[in-house]
């Protein structure tokens, strides 16, 4: 039986992954976020625990009662607009290496943290693991992939496995409200004009269901190293936003801007091959199932509200 | 004026820094270290702190004090035979990490750091800064690539300038007697056979007082970015060795070992262009002058002891 600790666990994919492994029994089951459970009926089976990580001495102790065999490190800045400058991206390195240190010492077996496509030079397109090359040019790029250096180089110097999750666009229920998906189905049901970029380039989105089981898959995997986490499907975001407007029935609203000065990068799609043919996940939903199953969580919420 | 804090002050770099300084008079001069000042004459014209870097809340706490302007860290797991794979190296990148966070928030202009040789993939043979490719092999090498990474993208976020010093061998007075040059001066100045590798592999050796002078010529630089530091003159290890017999007139008791079964990179080499060309620095010794006063600075320990 594994002992599976979770950071993060009351953020948006946290909460996900959440379901996934409470669902399953087989492991017992610790969930770790600044201010403890959230409100609302509680998660059979998970116990909580409130602990500030970026707060020296908080991980060492929190790992001291835990002891987790198996690590899902999921906590790090992620404010929408922000996150990518946030000088708390150099404070997570900090707090993470505390917390994978302390993890090694109370004889932790494995560990899997959450990277991004944001480790990626963009002008790739098609972006594969170990292949495609690497960008540092915003702090949450650069502490990202020092980060994913650190945890493989300690790993293999303290014989502990270790996976990296490179998470591409997500969305779905709970997610962030100033987020693409969530801000245009929130102005769209709210009856109010969506602003969008002119919306050619393609990107890759998936489901967070789909995002927490791929990261459950990896954290019981025996892979060590990097796993795209992606649909493998590019979708152009104008051809994303306007499927959200037929879902609601209000593609009126929908207001596309005209091409930016600097363009975006055209294409940014994850290469899937290891997660789907190493690893053998497969997805739940497809993109028009998992952006019909988001309309239909945002309106209940507007209904239960 | 500038407020100059050295870290790792008691180490072989640093006291030969702290020379250059103290020299200097332009600048206030702080050096810190885990006992504070060293035994025997106090340097004039330098303030001791005693902190352990690695324990969280001393940097802080350092930095608070002292508030510099100029960081010259140069603090950091270095025992031979043991720093390159020694876990402290993650210990290093997140104590480093709240010594730069406390560095810039205190106003910190310019912080330069010590990195090696050995963050190259020795299968180069002339390293070329920011051309040749790098290993994340070890934890050192791992630990120090991630800790330049983060220090360039800390300086690009809060506006200060940065350096990172890539030091190849050295040697000199002072040397850690378990490195190459001085226990084989060691040896042979004890009338002792010095056991030595086969000796075909060629490196790039600087006298220390001359890596010190390139650390202060790279410290009071505007130049952002990395620099080799080396001689850019390669020598054999047989040949170096050998010149020591000559100059102790004890060539022999030096013993060359077979040629190992798995051969080391042939050659390791620094290009200097940036630190010649670019800052304008010149060595003070060759390497059979800096050798001369290695030899010379052991003579005198025997016959002061």
């Known amino acids: 039986m594994s002992t599976v600790l979770v950071t993060g666990a009351t953020g948006f994919i946290g909460s996900a992954v959440l379901c996934c492994l ?3 029994r087989r492991d017992a ?3 770790v976020s600044r201010t403890g459970a959230p409100a ?3 998660r059979a089976g998970c116990t909580w625990h409130a602990a500030d990580l970026l707060q020296p001495g908080q991980a060492a102790r929190l790992i001291a009662t835990v002891r987790p065999t198996h690590l899902l490190h999921l906590a790090w800045t992620a404010e929408p607009g922000r996150y990518l400058t946030a000088p708390e991206n150099f404070a997570w390195v900090r707090a993470s290496l505390e917390l994978l240190e302390a993890f090694q010492a109370a004889g932790g077996r494995r560990a899997v943290l959450a990277g991004s496509c944001i480790e990626y030079d963009w002008s790739a397109g098609r972006c594969v693991e170990e292949r495609t090359p690497l960008s540092y ?3 949450y790029a650069a502490c990202k992939n020092a980060m994913r250096e650190l945890l493989a180089a300690m790993a293999a110097r303290h014989g502990f496995s270790w996976g990296w999750g490179r998470v591409f666009l997500l969305y779905g229920p709970r997610e962030p409200e100033r987020k693409l998906v969530a ?3 929130g102005s769209l049901l709210a009856g109010q004009p969506a602003q969008c970029s002119e919306g050619s380039q393609q990107r890759d989105f998936l489901h967070v269901a789909d995002v927490a089981t791929a990261f459950v898959t990896l954290l ?3 892979y060590d190293g990097i796993v795209n986490i992606g649909s ?3 979708v152009s975001v104008r051809e994303l936003v306007t499927t959200l407007g037929r879902l609601t029935g209000r593609e009126d609203l929908l207001r596309f801007a005209p091409p930016p000065a600097t363009p975006e990068a055209p294409l940014v799609v994850a290469d899937t091959a290891r997660l789907r043919d190493t690893l053998g996940w497969r997805p739940r939903f497809t993109l028009a199932e998992g952006l019909a199953d988001a309309v239909r969580w945002w309106q209940s919420q507007r209904q239960s509200a």
Do not use: F, K, T
């Open 22 to 24: 409470a669902d399953s």
């Open 183 to 185: 801000s245009v189905i």
């Open 232 to 234: 493998g499907c590019a």
């Open 40 to 42: 609302g009926p509680g």
């Open 29 to 31: 089951l610790h969930a």
């Open 220 to 222: 019981r995997a025996e």
């Open 137 to 139: 040019a915003s702090p």
